[in-house]
């Protein structure tokens, strides 16, 4: 975060500037800042200049005089009257390089009389200019003009008034003009630098002259002056007083100097752990303040607080006037806007907020993305971070009114809550401040949420000030001293989130097996996380947050930065600190990896780290050469009061020549080697392939770091634009790339291949960052914004003008229905197809009550055009309208790039090779519209069917309840609440009529949302005294593949048929027609189907299929048991279908009437023996009517489910009914077949399987 070489410790400051108005050139108006003309003369801006600067130039860190006349003077030159506030503003900026280093700087702005007799007049001439315009447009308004001439910033009065009378005069007012001094530096010493502008300041405008002319204090800072070396402290003199600093030793937490307090004292905790949360997910985040400093200081807190973890996107936190057209840049940001205090946050017209935080610091008040996740612990994290703030006195919520008083506010809340003995308080007892936080609103809210999780808040310790011990002389004031206190409890705090989180996240690196050059050139391909173990280790309650940030960019660099550095020595120090506190933890608690836990483990850090900060300030370890005389002429050094002199630039252009420490002749290879270093405070670089990867690193997420802070030409701007263009369509490809390796992975699983690796959760991610890329792409370059999705928006447009050449007659069918000849999935009859329209799925999100705003109908549409394989053809036709994309869109946008949006169309076409459930698995309460088609075989006349019959679906969500449907009608649509992927239909009729029989062929069900069709074969009667007598039967579903694909390419062979085993799936009309398996067959079938049984239980528990389908389907386990029944089952006389169910019935009743003769054999085959009857007369008691096969298959799933199958194979092989009923060369005979049979079916017994209702209902066993 800071930078700073450690090899050589540089000076404290490389320049001293001068920004303000050049009177040779004069008043020039900055169009880029803005403003309009209807301004007041007073109230424009106009360009300032870069005065003067010293040194020229240093060679280490070359000089940028746009970023700096930009930062130093964000809003350009002011100008002010004697009737206008002219209070001194200090802010600091930073500048971001193209390498990623940075450069801070602190500026001073104060305001100076104009003495330029040119200036004023040109001022009074652009008056009356005005007032000529004025009078024009508006009628004169009565003569007043004394009453209003002092109410120059008085926003309250009307403003037509103010803008004619808020005027100057050059005879009656005097002139003042912003001036602004300012120091450059290598690292942050916020404070010290505020103090010596503040102090050089002060030197101009005090009635006595300094003890020194003010070159000797610029020459003292610029040249004598060294920058502290880590874990030091440093004191030299201002003009007035001492200065101090202190710099962090390499183990310690990295330097940040801006005041932690005031962010929580603007935006109180919760807030400030929710931007916190979006700053870790990569969101984009305006802040939005009237104060440069706020903006800076909240930016810089934010990106401190997430040690270890470092921003690697845009960060420009105080953003010139003349950069907002980069607010629509698609990548994340993080921004700071100025905003002039008169405009609330409706004027505010930003490009895009599908993903965009927004903070209005001065209004206490932030507007959060969508489904933004909980951090990890929040409630306890937000408790433990308010303790801190109770002892210093800060309101948790904040001060709402902190920004006009947040003096009074101080004198009146610190001195009764903090235990301050050394004021001969009586010392708090935790009593009084409990009381005081029962006041407090948010503890109140936070108790309440907090004794849900069985935290007591009665035990809140208001922990007691260490700076009481006297035995310590600390050299800086008080208030400074607690602000480094605070400072370093609360990053303290934060810093232990983390080293809790990732723990032992060294176990989940993936070390590159290849050596560095060639792990570099791939490592875009590369994983260099194991995601899925981690996130499996992970409690429940922090997946949704930790799934999204392990696919963050900070986090990538991170796992990076610690496989780049292997050993000690070159390690980066961030993660030098973090690795040790890592360490700590491990030898502190060893706990099983595997056991994980959601315990808050509060930090425990703190006072070491306080001590250390103390003692440095306790023993000051260097001081600076005091300022001394220079080697002026005479006469040089004087000046008048009030002014900022011309300084004489002979003696401030060059240092020392024999300073010990100011030796820089070193080659200009080793300063850039040097500046590098100073990029993560000092990363060692040892060789040119390590800075070339850093770079790289760096670019791999994000091509651009900052806006490039020059005058903006259309030319940069277009360069600008195409960057972000190709880093869209870059992003786009890591992305549907990463999308498809998951999902093929998982894919390659289920066949057998590979190993799994994505999880419910992590699939969520994954498409919740493909929404938010296609939001970014969409809000790129808008010409006009509306609603807060740009894809949202850009749908209705095109609904809007569909509608509208409907109405007017020049309908064009393009693309609305699929081709005509669309194929049937199969050759007999189908439903007739679902019409492919972009505008009927839009019709059903707008009509899904649950989804209120437009970002979420935006995602939603996405969900569903991905799982019904259409996103890539979606898109394509909303683009196809080419006019309204030239309406809504500058020319720069990417979505009027022809190439890459058509490269960007072809990845995303890819995802039509997976198939997704994000739709249906995330909308599970939502109403679905489902069509029914029952397909009675054509050859038995299902005409005469005269019962009423009923169905009824079952889905992985819930199923529909019994179903009556009208007699002789084969087709429904009915609606209920999603079912979810579907898995079995139980089919059924009530045997009235005379001709109560029924051959169903198979039965389809369609979700009208989705598309998604199931088909169930059946292939069996339904009726008494036929088939096996069945009035029911349940069928096992599976889905359809779409022919969405096939269409896409326009091809026009016939698609392939499904194999016509399909229809008659198990046990068919009669079971002499099934085709004879030898035994080898049977033995691979039951085989395979115990092995996708345990296949599924070891995906991860959101993976997993359908188990129905295992058990019934057609290669399912009951198929496979019914083919060993039947191997070698005597053909029964003509006429007479034997069942299996007749064979178990008649073991059933053998093993009973052995059970009654008392003819025992040993216990455990009693047991045995009795189960089986058991079972067997639960099932025939249902009141079900279910036929003989439907009861086998009751059984075999029962079996299952209680891991008794192996039994009572056993059982049966014994038994002498199979003697009788089946011929010697059957299975069941076989002995060795028969034990490996009970040997493949013993590996069930680990897993605990549990069935579906529609299995088993009726039986209670």
């Known amino acids: 975060m800071s930078g700073g070489g450690s090899s050589a410790p540089g000076r404290f400051a490389d320049y001293f500037v001068i920004c303000g108005l050049d009177t040779e050139t004069g008043l020039e108006p900055d169009e880029l800042s803005g403003e309009n003309f209807e301004q007041t ?53 930073i500048i971001t390089r193209e390498d990623g280093s940075r450069t801070f700087g602190f500026s001073l702005t104060f305001f100076e009389e104009v003495t330029s007799k040119q200036i004023c007049s040109a001022m009074q001439t652009l008056y009356h200019m005005h007032n000529a315009e004025y009078d024009i447009l508006h009628s004169p308004p009565s003569n007043d003009k004394e009453s209003c001439s002092s109410t120059g910033d008085c926003n309250g009065t009307s403003v037509s008034k103010l803008q004619r009378f808020n005027s100057y005069d050059i005879s009656r007012d005097t002139l003042y003009v912003s ?412 706990r099983t990896p595997t056991l994980r836990t959601s315990m808050y483990q509060k930090c425990t850090t703190i006072d070491e780290a306080e001590k250390s900060i103390e003692l440095r300030l306790a023993k000051i370890d260097h001081t600076a050469v005091h300022p001394h005389l220079l080697d002026m002429k005479i006469g040089q050094g004087k000046y008048e009061l009030g002014f900022f002199p011309k300084l004489q630039s002979d003696v401030l252009s060059t240092g020392p020549a ?119 792409i969409w809000s790129h370059g808008l010409q006009v914004k509306q609603g807060k999705s740009a ?37 007999s009859p189908a439903m007739s197809p679902l019409r492919i329209s972009l505008i009927q799925d839009m019709r059903h999100i707008q009509n899904i009550s649950e989804i209120k705003t437009d970002v979420g109908k935006a995602r939603a549409w996405v969900r569903l055009s991905m799982e019904k394989k259409l996103l890539s053809r979606h898109l394509k036709q909303l ?74 679906i079952s889905g992985e969500l ?47 069900v369609r979700n009208e949302i989705t598309g998604h069709t199931y088909k169930f074969p059946c292939g069996r009667w339904l009726g008494k005294g036929m088939d096996d007598g069945s009035l029911e039967r349940i069928l096992v579903g599976e889905l359809l593949t779409s022919h969405t694909e096939a269409d896409e390419r326009q091809c026009r062979t016939p698609p392939l048929q499904q194999s016509p085993s399909m229809i008659r799936r198990f046990v068919t009309i009669s079971p002499n027609n099934k085709p004879k398996l030898n035994t080898g067959q049977i033995q691979e079938a039951i085989g395979e189907a115990v092995n996708g049984i345990v296949k599924h239980f070891h995906k991860p528990e959101k993976e997993r299929g359908s188990l129905t389908l295992l058990l019934c389907g057609e290669s399912g386990l009951v198929s496979a048991l019914e083919q060993v029944f039947q191997h070698g089952f005597k053909s029964p006389r003509l006429f007479k279908n034997v069942f299996i169910w007749d064979f178990l019935e008649k073991a059933q009743t053998y093993y009973e009437t052995l059970e009654q003769s008392e003819m025992v054999p040993e216990e455990n085959w009693q047991t045995r023996a009795r189960n089986f009857c058991r079972f067997i007369t639960a099932i025939n008691n249902t009141p079900r009517n279910i036929g003989k096969d439907g009861k086998f298959q009751m059984l075999v799933c029962l079996g299952a489910r209680d891991h008794l199958l192996h039994h009572w194979i056993a059982l049966l092989a014994d038994c002498p009914i199979t003697a009788q009923m089946y011929e010697d060369m059957a299975l069941i005979k076989d002995h060795t077949l028969v034990n490996s049979l009970i040997r493949v079916l013993q590996t069930l017994q680990e897993f605990n399987i549990t069935l579906e209702a529609s299995l088993v209902k009726g039986i209670d066993i």
């Open 179 to 590: 001036k602004c001094i300012c120091l450059i530096t290598p690292m942050s010493f916020m404070k010290a630098c505020k103090k010596v502008l503040e102090q050089l300041h002060q030197a101009v405008t005090s009635p006595q002259p300094p003890p020194l002319p003010l070159e000797s204090y610029i020459y003292n800072i610029l040249y004598e002056v060294p920058l502290p070396p880590a874990g030091r402290s440093l004191k030299f003199s201002g003009v007035y007083g001492p200065i101090i600093c202190q710099r962090p030793s390499t183990n310690e937490l990295p330097l940040f100097d801006f005041p932690v307090k005031e962010v929580f004292e603007l935006l109180g905790v919760e807030n400030v752990v929710q931007l916190f949360t979006c700053a870790l997910l990569e969101f984009q985040i305006l802040l939005y303040s009237q104060h440069y400093q706020r903006l800076m200081t909240v930016a810089e807190t934010i990106t401190a607080l997430m040690f270890p973890f470092q921003w690697q996107h845009v960060y420009v936190p105080i953003l010139p006037a003349s950069l907002l057209h980069f607010l629509d840049a698609p990548v994340p940001y993080l921004m700071g806007l100025h905003s002039n205090g008169l405009d609330d946050r409706s004027k505010l017209e930003l490009p895009q907020e599908a993903n965009l935080c927004f903070v209005d610091v001065d209004n206490h008040f932030i507007e959060l993305p969508e489904d933004l996740p909980q951090f990890p612990n929040k409630l306890e994290f937000i408790q433990e971070i308010s303790e801190i703030l109770m002892a210093f006195g800060i309101p948790p919520e904040g001060n709402l009114h902190c920004s006009e008083s947040a003096s009074k506010m101080k004198s009146l809340r610190a001195c009764d809550l903090v235990s301050d003995k050394r004021n001969g308080n009586i010392a708090g007892s935790p009593l009084n401040s409990y009381e005081l936080l029962k006041e407090n609103e948010t503890i109140a809210r936070l108790q309440a949420l907090v004794k849900r999780t069985g935290v007591s808040l009665e035990k809140l310790e208001v922990r007691e000030e260490t700076s009481s011990k006297k035995d310590l002389k600390i050299q800086c004031d008080e208030e400074e001293f607690k602000i480094y206190q605070l400072n370093i409890q609360i990053r303290e705090v934060f810093a232990n989130r983390f080293t809790q989180m990732f723990a032992d996240y060294e176990v989940f690196v993936i070390q590159p097996s290849q050596d560095k050059e060639s792990w570099f050139t791939n490592r875009e391909q590369m994983q260099n996380f194991d995601k899925a173990s981690f996130l499996s280790d992970q409690p429940e309650p922090y997946l949704p947050f930790l799934s999204r940030f392990l696919e963050t960019q900070m986090f990538a660099s991170f796992i990076d930065n610690k496989i780049m550095c292997h050993d000690e020595d070159d390690k980066d120090p961030v993660l030098r600190v973090f690795d040790s506190r890592v360490d700590k933890i491990r030898l502190l608690n060893v």
């Open 41 to 93: 003369p007073l109230r424009r801006t106009f360009k300032s200049k870069v005065l003067a600067r010293y040194p020229e130039n240093v060679e280490w860190s070359p000089f940028d005089q746009d970023a700096v006349g930009m930062l130093c003077m964000p809003k350009g030159l002011a100008f002010k009257t004697q009737a206008d506030c002219r209070e001194p503003q200090f802010h600091s900026f």
């Open 791 to 827: 894809l949202w928006s850009h749908l209705l447009h095109y609904l809007e003008n569909r509608q509208r050449r409907t109405t007017s007659g020049s309908f064009s069918t393009s693309g609305i229905l699929l081709d005509s000849e669309r194929r049937k999935s199969d050759t």
């Open 958 to 1004: 819930g199923e529909t309840g019994v179903l009556q449907i009208p007699r002789n009608i084969l087709e429904m649509t009915f609606e209920c609440q999603n079912l979810g992927k579907l898995t079995t239909v139980q089919i059924g009729h009530d045997n009235s009529g005379l001709y109560a029989k029924w051959l169903v062929e198979y039965v389809m």
């Open 658 to 776: 024999s300073n010990k420490w100011t030796k820089r002749n070193a080659p200009a290879q080793w300063r850039r080697k040097d500046r590098q270093k100073q990029h993560t405070e000092h990363l060692r670089l040892d060789n040119d392939q390590r800075e070339k990867y850093i770079q790289e690193a760096r670019n791999l997420g994000s091509t651009i770091r900052q806006p490039k802070l020059s005058n903006l030409s259309p030319s940069v701007i277009a360069q600008t634009n195409w960057k972000f263009v190709e880093g869209l369509l870059k992003e786009c490809r890591n992305k549907t790339k990463r999308m498809l390796v998951e999902k093929m992975g998982r894919e390659a699983v289920e066949l057998g291949h590979g190993e799994v690796n994505i999880t419910g959760v992590e699939e969520n991610t994954l498409i919740a960052s493909l929404c938010d890329l296609l939001e970014r």
């Open 879 to 952: 683009l196809s309208d080419h006019e309204l994309t030239k309406k809504l869109y500058k020319r720069y946008a990417f979505l009027r790039c022809d190439d890459e949006k058509e490269q960007f169309l072809y990845h995303l076409l890819s995802f039509n090779a997976v198939d997704y459930f994000c739709f249906t698995n995330v909308f599970t309460t939502i109403l679905i519209p489902y069509h029914i088609l029952i397909v009675p075989s054509k050859k038995l006349g299902g005409s005469m069917f005269t019962a009423n019959p009923w169905i009824c």
